[in-house]
């Protein structure tokens, strides 16, 4: 049962969400700057990667829409030895996708890399389920998370990947909060306990 309170709350932000988003998302220069603006940036290339690793990005186009500071995740899956890049598994607006780490790095002037504090065995278990979902569909419906969907928003895909594969659950607030709802914002999974930065740079 939700108390009162709670339900004010869910349905304001939900209806803050909608005025936001209702005229803009069908707008191409809105989608296209809500994961980056398009590969000016320079970032010297990370080292150390593993497989399971978050890679999170902020662009200054899209802090009035999105809390926090940081705008858009994905999760860093494998290496690629035929173009000497690692790829990123990202919920985007297309839906769900690979690519390449170079590129997303390029999209934003601040990027950083977490590493989840848990096993190698369960971040390899996190890459098979995002990889699991390549080709899905693009989740607008940002106040709420769920694990398993027909649809995923950046961070959502990330925490989900985690969560399905019995790893730590890397939002911050796992529960209401006045500023994310009930969902799951790249600022949560970087603020979060069981995330730690291995790589920050900022053009």
């Known amino acids: 049962m939700v108390s009162g309170g709670k339900l004010v709350g869910r349905l304001l932000s939900i209806l803050t969400l909608l005025v936001i988003i ?12 809500a994961f980056g603006s398009g590969g000016e940036y320079s970032h010297p290339y990370p080292s150390g990667i593993k497989p399971g690793d978050i890679v999170i990005g902020h662009s200054p186009a899209t802090d009035p829409f999105i809390p926090g500071y940081w705008t858009h995740t994905g999760m860093i899956a494998y290496y690629d030895g035929s173009i000497g890049d690692w790829i990123v598994v990202e919920a985007k607006a297309g839906g769900v996708v690979l690519t390449p780490l170079t590129e997303f790095m390029a999209r934003y002037d601040t990027v950083a890399i977490l590493r989840v ?5 369960t971040r390899q278990q996190a890459v098979s389920f995002a990889l699991s979902k390549l080709g899905y569909s693009y989740d607008y419906w940002w106040p709420s998370k769920q ?3 027909d649809s995923y928003y950046c961070s959502e895909l990330v925490w989900a990947a985690y ?8 939002d911050d607030n796992p529960g209401w909060s006045w500023t994310y709802a009930y ?9 979060d306990s ?5 790589y920050y740079h900022s053009s």
């Open 22 to 33: 209702a005229p803009l998302a069908g707008n191409s220069v809105f989608v296209a700057s």
């Open 117 to 121: 504090a848990t096993d190698d065995s």
């Open 147 to 149: 694990v398993y969907g």
């Open 163 to 170: 969560k399905a594969s019995g790893g730590p659950d890397i």
């Open 183 to 191: 969902g799951v914002a790249p600022q949560e999974v970087y603020d």
């Open 194 to 198: 069981n995330t730690y930065t291995i």
